[in-house]
């Protein structure tokens, strides 16, 4: 039961009910669920004969990230079409061979590059929107041939559309536009190709639970966002963003932690490669999720894919 089931006067005797058995405010409050600041803000509105007028306060917000179940591909920053466009065919051909039906691919974000909207000054005439467009819309028809279910996340490459029109054009509305590029060769397959507007989402939550998410933050150093996603939500965590490809465990050894590289080609960017600098380098990788255990993927000899194909 939560708070919000009950009425004020329900609540009042609910209360009473808890100090007859000698429990607590607190008691009843972790009981539903809520704070004892919110436990006693009600029942005193109750008392004072303030009229219910919850939907003066209501913000509307996306619904509540996904909670997926079963063994899923995950796969991110693809910054299309600056792909790694090889190592881009190995997700549904590991999947294929490794994943039981029905399969489903998971993609954290930065599918898009929008360079259209970056607020970084161009350096190079670098991609243009519809070029973007046409090179997802390809890899997604790759890619529905193996999987049954494709649940995609935005990254912050992907909200810059959303940024610069003040949240008007969401990543929704930006992931339309693929699927009916091509003519809308597409767009049968929408049932089957989800959107979110939150950059995260969970995996097996009520078993074995991970966290999937295009971290906001990063770090020069592997592993490190990673780590701490873990220990602040007390989960094991594949996170992209920062296009660093390695898998450990956190700080307390009670977490799977991994950084998920990437379908990026470093060598197409044209921030990377026009000028000398000492910046982190970047692995291409992908992860899969197996009977709740992490395979990380990424080129040789950080997997011996005669093993695995």
Request: aromatic share 12%; charged share 25%.
């Amino acid at each position: 039961m939560e708070i919000h089931d009950l009425s004020g006067a329900d609540l009042i005797q609910t209360w009473r009910d808890y100090k007859r058995m000698g429990l607590s405010q607190r008691d009843l409050a972790r009981d539903l669920h809520t704070t004892t600041g919110a436990l006693r803000g009600k029942m005193y509105r109750y008392k004072m004969r303030i009229e219910e007028q919850p939907q003066h306060f209501e913000v509307d917000l996306p619904d509540a990230p996904w909670e997926l179940s079963g063994d899923a591909m995950v796969i991110g920053d693809i910054h299309a079409p600056t792909v790694d466009y090889d190592l881009a065919m190995m997700p549904a051909a590991i999947a294929k061979k490794h994943l039981k039906s029905p399969r489903q691919l998971i993609i954290a974000g930065d599918v898009f590059n929008t360079e259209a909207c970056s607020s970084y000054p161009r350096i190079w005439r670098d991609s243009l929107f519809k070029q973007e467009k046409i090179a997802i819309a390809h890899l997604l028809g790759v890619w529905l041939k193996t999987f049954d279910e494709i649940w995609v996340m935005p990254g912050n490459h992907d909200r810059r559309m959303a940024k610069m029109t003040r949240g008007e054009f969401l990543f929704e509305d930006l992931f339309d536009t693929v699927l009916g590029c091509n003519e809308g060769k597409l767009n049968k397959y929408r049932a089957r190709v989800h959107t979110s507007e939150y950059g995260y989402c969970y995996l097996n939550r009520e078993t074995m639970p991970w966290m999937i998410a295009h971290s906001k933050n990063y770090s020069i150093n592997q592993l490190t966002v990673a780590d701490q996603l873990a220990q602040k939500y007390q989960m094991n965590v594949i996170t992209n963003h920062t296009h660093h490809l390695a898998k450990g465990m956190d700080r307390f050894k009670r977490y799977v932690i991994i950084e998920n590289g990437g379908l990026f080609d470093a060598t197409k960017f044209s921030y990377v490669v026009l000028d000398a600098n000492k910046s982190a380098g970047m692995t291409p990788g992908f992860t899969m999720i197996r009977n709740d255990c992490a395979f990380v993927f990424g080129h040789e000899p950080y997997t011996d894919w005669e093993f695995w194909l």
